[in-house]
């Protein structure tokens, strides 16, 4: 097949990466890196890794996107470096990094034969289980201790992202998300797209055992829901110190440990599933997980509360 | 002739040599951080490139690494957001030279 494809691909994320580094402006360098995050998802599915590309323009290109944006906003937007570096302090810099490149390279174009693989044990573990996506195995029967860990690191960088509230303002509301000029394009999507796009989030969750798709996906997906009402201003964000939210949060990792400690008694061990059940299981962790994904991304975006609780 | 799992690895080596640049010319901590995470999607696509290589019993591609991307790809966007509240936060008082020294003053805030 023609390489033609992937050759404009490859150059057009090259040009996109080294206009999000030059950039003068710091708003165009988001910009850019929102660009490359969404042909970098075009790669992925080039790559055959159609799970990895939805995750990629969700999180990667989408939410990481809203978030640099917000902190755009949020710190002006004058750029003044008042720092000039020298240029031979540019030029190291550039051998550094073409040291790198090179180095990389060589790994990229003289790999090691035969490629080593783990699909083989995935796939044994695909016919165990009964589901037919095997990144879904991998992440939530295989490997599930990572997924597990994964969780915890979302929640301890919620608290992270918490603990920076300002004393007096501590268990207030974060920021509101709304855009400086409201527009009616922007309320009137916020009005029609959550419907479809709870819908889509929920689909992918639930498609995920099977085809692309899974808890990271749909509950992207979901927030990004949440984030759109929040930025037309429908509603604000809740305040950190609601019970609800907070019980929504751990709700996930919670539901994952007891099934995992629940396979002592009635599997092999910490996180095994006996076949049978292992189906339910998985979904039931699944959609536990998506719905505080989809909180915490929600949250996370939204930042420390900035106003005090009422 | 190369083919397109390679074309792909030389890509991810470029996207990993200019977020390395960036990462460490850039006075600005707010532009760092996007440096760093054009720096990480370049390893997350060497990881797809291993997966590539490594499709084997049947599968288009190896699920190990790509399993591991999705994970890293959320973790993160943790870790950004952890980075920009900081940030911001620091900015917010003072403490920072190198962004703009005081924002504007947030319409939301108590007064």
Same mark, same amino acid.
């Given at each position: 097949?023609?390489?033609?494809?992937?050759?404009?691909?490859?150059?057009?994320?090259?040009?996109?990466?080294?206009?999000?580094?030059?950039?003068?402006?710091?708003?165009?360098?988001?910009?850019?890196?929102?660009?490359?995050?969404?042909?970098?998802?075009?790669?992925?599915?080039?790559?055959?890794?159609?799970?990895?590309?939805?995750?990629?323009?969700?999180?990667?290109?989408?939410?990481?996107?809203?978030?640099?944006?917000?902190?755009?906003?949020?710190?002006?937007?004058?750029?003044?470096?008042?720092?000039?570096?020298?240029?031979?302090?540019?030029?190291?810099?550039?051998?550094?990094?073409?040291?790198?490149?090179?180095?990389?390279?060589?790994?990229?174009?003289?790999?090691?034969?035969?490629?080593?693989?783990?699909?083989?044990?995935?796939?044994?573990?695909?016919?165990?289980?009964?589901?037919?996506?095997?990144?879904?195995?991998? /992440?939530?029967?295989? !490997?599930?201790?990572?997924? $597990?860990?994964?969780? #915890?690191? *979302? @929640?301890?960088?919620?608290? +992270?992202? &918490?603990?920076?509230?300002?004393?007096?303002?501590?268990?207030?509301?974060?920021?509101?998300?709304?855009?400086?000029?409201?527009?009616?394009?922007?309320?009137?999507?916020?009005?029609?797209?959550?419907?479809?796009?709870?819908?889509?989030?929920?689909?992918?969750?639930?498609?995920?055992?099977?085809?692309?798709?899974?808890?990271?996906?749909?509950?992207?997906?979901?927030?990004?829901?949440?984030?759109?009402?929040?930025?037309?201003?429908?509603?604000?964000?809740?305040?950190?110190? /609601?019970?609800?939210? !907070?019980?929504?949060?751990? $709700?996930?990792?919670? #539901?994952? *440990? @007891?099934?995992?400690?629940? +396979?002592? &008694?009635?599997?092999?061990?910490?996180?095994?599933?006996?076949?049978?059940?292992?189906?339910?299981?998985?979904?039931?962790?699944?959609?536990?997980?998506?719905?505080?994904?989809?909180?915490?991304?929600?949250?996370?975006?939204?930042?420390?509360?900035?106003?005090?609780?009422? | 002739?190369?083919?397109?799992?390679?074309?792909?690895?030389?890509?991810?080596?470029?996207?990993?040599?200019?977020?390395?640049?960036?990462?460490?010319?850039?006075?600005?901590?707010?532009?760092?951080?996007?440096?760093?995470?054009?720096?990480?999607?370049?390893?997350?696509?060497?990881?797809?490139?291993?997966?590539?290589?490594?499709?084997?019993?049947?599968?288009?591609?190896?699920?190990?690494?790509?399993?591991?991307?999705?994970?890293?790809?959320?973790?993160?966007?943790?870790?950004?957001?952890?980075?920009?509240?900081?940030?911001?936060?620091?900015?917010?008082?003072?403490?920072?030279?190198?962004?703009?020294?005081?924002?504007?003053?947030?319409?939301?805030?108590?007064?």
């Amino acid at each position: 097949m023609s390489l033609l494809p992937d050759f404009a691909l490859m150059l057009l994320i090259l040009i996109a990466a080294v206009w999000t580094v030059s950039a003068r402006d710091r708003r165009d360098s988001v910009i850019g890196f929102i660009v490359v995050g969404l042909l970098l998802s075009l790669a992925w599915i080039r790559l055959n890794s159609v799970d990895v590309a939805l995750t990629e323009a969700a999180v990667g290109g989408g939410a990481t996107g809203l978030l640099l944006l917000r902190a755009c906003a949020r710190l002006g937007p004058n750029e003044t470096e008042g720092v000039s570096l020298k240029v031979s302090l540019r030029i190291l810099t550039g051998v550094l990094c073409t040291v790198v490149a090179v180095a990389l390279a060589t790994i990229v174009l003289y790999p090691i034969e035969p490629a080593p693989t783990l699909a083989p044990t995935a796939a044994a573990h695909m016919g165990e289980i009964g589901l037919g996506n095997p990144v879904t195995v991998v /992440l939530l029967a295989y !490997r599930a201790i990572d997924t $597990l860990l994964e969780k #915890v690191v *979302l @929640v301890l960088a919620l608290i +992270g992202v &918490w603990a920076l509230t300002p004393d007096p303002l501590w268990g207030g509301a974060p920021g509101s998300l709304r855009a400086q000029h409201s527009s009616g394009p922007l309320t009137f999507l916020a009005q029609v797209l959550p419907p479809v796009g709870i819908v889509i989030g929920v689909y992918l969750i639930w498609n995920g055992a099977d085809r692309p798709g899974g808890t990271f996906q749909g509950g992207t997906v979901l927030a990004a829901m949440w984030l759109l009402v929040m930025m037309a201003d429908l509603r604000e964000p809740p305040e950190i110190r /609601l019970h609800t939210l !907070r019980r929504l949060v751990v $709700l996930g990792p919670v #539901v994952f *440990l @007891v099934a995992g400690f629940a +396979g002592f &008694w009635i599997a092999n061990g910490f996180l095994s599933y006996p076949p049978d059940l292992a189906k339910p299981i998985i979904v039931l962790v699944e959609a536990a997980l998506a719905l505080s994904i989809a909180v915490i991304l929600g949250m996370l975006v939204a930042g420390p509360a900035a106003r005090a609780p009422r | 002739m190369i083919g397109s799992t390679t074309l792909y690895g030389l890509c991810a080596t470029g996207l990993v040599a200019i977020g390395l640049y960036g990462l460490v010319l850039h006075p600005s901590p707010l532009r760092k951080v996007i440096a760093f995470n054009l720096l990480g999607s370049g390893t997350f696509i060497l990881f797809g490139v291993a997966a590539q290589r490594g499709a084997a019993a049947g599968l288009l591609a190896d699920p190990v690494p790509q399993a591991m991307v999705i994970t890293g790809i959320v973790v993160a966007f943790a870790a950004t957001a952890v980075a920009v509240a900081l940030l911001l936060r620091l900015v917010e008082s003072g403490g920072s030279t190198l962004e703009p020294s005081a924002p504007d003053p947030q319409d939301d805030r108590p007064s």
